[in-house]
């Protein structure tokens, strides 16, 4: 297993080359399920849960390929059973579900279960494909779902989930009739899906709103596609900027998609200027306390809390961060105190009393963004940090450790 070593303290300058979303090439990975033939998306990241997810299209019987575009062909696909070890790896494994219904009336997907920040149930998704005309069975973990042909319906989701959005947005695209998706989740990753879907032939509208209508047709084509580049990324990015009191150019930078993200850095005293895709990030003066509460887009990302704490942890004064996404999402908070941050947890609230220096220690995370956040303090914190667990850096960041190097942070990669 690898690790990071970190020795803090250098200032970030230079330019960094945003990689494509990682939350947008999922779903459109399980879309090309929905279309016999051969896709190819341009600009996918060279991450694990893409390999997870291409290892989990090649178990179904696609044949893939992924030197610059990821290839894939969609024409014999074999099994429709998306297996425990996969789905248990990668929720979004969840996601081949709408597809493959869509396409062969037919899966076996393993429930995903609980994971690091929390239980994060799929009753939604299965709520409405029930509405849609599915049958669903759960037997020894495996959602069995079948159905003569999916029918459109008028759904109502009690919560904006992303991946219930997906997973209806793409069943909903070969069923028939209408569909309406009634507090349907506005991601941006969303606009992303339903953009490449009305590519393959869907009809699609709404998306980006609250309520999305798909009129089924009866065949969908192949996707030839180039995704949208990483706004958690992105926002890593800022805040690596504004942590280490340095100067850096982002390049294929989402701004558009990151209002919240900005307006909440701006205030924390960072300054961040926009020039088409290209955001300059300084910081000059002290950092300033912030209040944090996690939305649903357009809301502040769940996927950015972790990283702006880090950065509340050394603005003098008291921040306040609250999760209201996911229910244990604090698995940072004490890794961070082990590098000399005050923060107290009240319920779904993190209080942060930011401190003049981090020092550098072993740490470790259980989940993608929480290492991200350690990462960034250890760019600031006096002396070495030891980021252990890398693997979850490596799900969801591309060449992570080689980025910040090229702007001056003095970090590598070892075997432990
Ligand atoms: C996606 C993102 C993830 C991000 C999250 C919230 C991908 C691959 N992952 O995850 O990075 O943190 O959105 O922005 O895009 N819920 C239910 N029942 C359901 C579905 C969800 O109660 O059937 C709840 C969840 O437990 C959670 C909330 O809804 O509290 C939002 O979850 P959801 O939007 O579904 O997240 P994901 O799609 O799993």
């Known amino acids: 297993m690898d690790r990071i070593i970190i020795r803090g303290g250098n200032p970030l300058r230079g330019e960094v080359t945003v990689s494509g979303a990682k939350n947008a090439a999922l779903p459109l990975l399980t879309a090309t399920l929905l279309a016999s033939g051969q896709h190819s998306i341009a600009g996918v990241p060279k991450l694990r849960d893409i390999t997870t997810m291409r290892a989990l299209l090649e178990h179904l ?4 390929t992924f030197t610059d575009d990821f290839c894939i062909n969609t024409k014999n696909i074999q099994s429709n059973e998306a297996p425990y070890h996969m789905v248990k790896t990668m929720r ?9 219904l869509a396409r062969f009336h037919r899966a076996r997907v393993s429930l995903p279960g609980g994971c690091a920040i929390g239980v994060r149930p799929v009753d939604i998704h299965l709520k409405a494909l029930e509405t849609m005309g599915v049958s669903i069975a759960i037997d020894m973990g495996y959602v069995n779902a079948s159905c003569k042909k999916l029918k459109g319906a008028r759904l109502s989701f009690d919560i904006p989930t992303v991946g219930g959005t997906e997973n209806v947005m793409m069943a909903a695209s070969l069923a028939d009739g209408v569909t309406t998706i009634v507090n349907a989740a506005r991601e941006p990753e969303i606009v992303e899906l339903a953009q490449a879907l009305k590519k393959m032939g869907a009809r699609i509208s709404g998306e980006g709103s609250d309520t999305i209508t798909i009129e089924g047709v009866k065949e969908l084509n192949p996707l030839v596609h180039t995704l949208m580049p990483d706004r958690i990324e992105a926002g890593t990015f800022m805040v690596a900027a504004g942590i280490t009191g340095g100067d850096i150019t982002i390049k294929n930078c989402p701004l558009p998609y990151m209002e919240s993200v900005v307006e909440k850095l701006r205030e924390a005293g960072l300054s961040i200027e926009e020039c088409g895709d290209t955001a300059r990030v300084r910081r000059n003066d002290s950092l300033i306390p912030v209040e944090v509460k996690t939305l649903p887009y357009p809301g502040f990302p769940t996927d950015m809390q972790a990283q702006i704490m880090a950065l509340a942890t050394r603005a003098p004064g008291s921040s306040v961060i609250r999760e209201t996404i996911f229910e244990n999402r604090f698995t940072h908070v004490a890794e961070l105190e082990r590098m000399g941050a005050d923060i107290r947890v009240e319920q ?12 550098g220690a072993p740490v470790m995370a259980t989940d993608l963004r929480a290492s991200a956040s350690l990462v960034l303090a250890g760019l600031a914190a006096e002396g070495t940090t030891t980021v252990s667990r890398v693997y979850h850096l490596d799900r969801g960041y591309e060449n992570l450790e080689n980025k910040l190097k090229s702007m001056g942070a003095d970090i590598y990669r070892e075997k432990e």
């Open 61 to 64: 019987g696609c044949e893939t």
């Open 92 to 100: 979004a494994s969840f996601l081949v579900l709408g597809p493959l």
């Open 348 to 359: 779904d609230s993190a209080i942060v009393t930011g401190v003049d220096r981090l020092r």
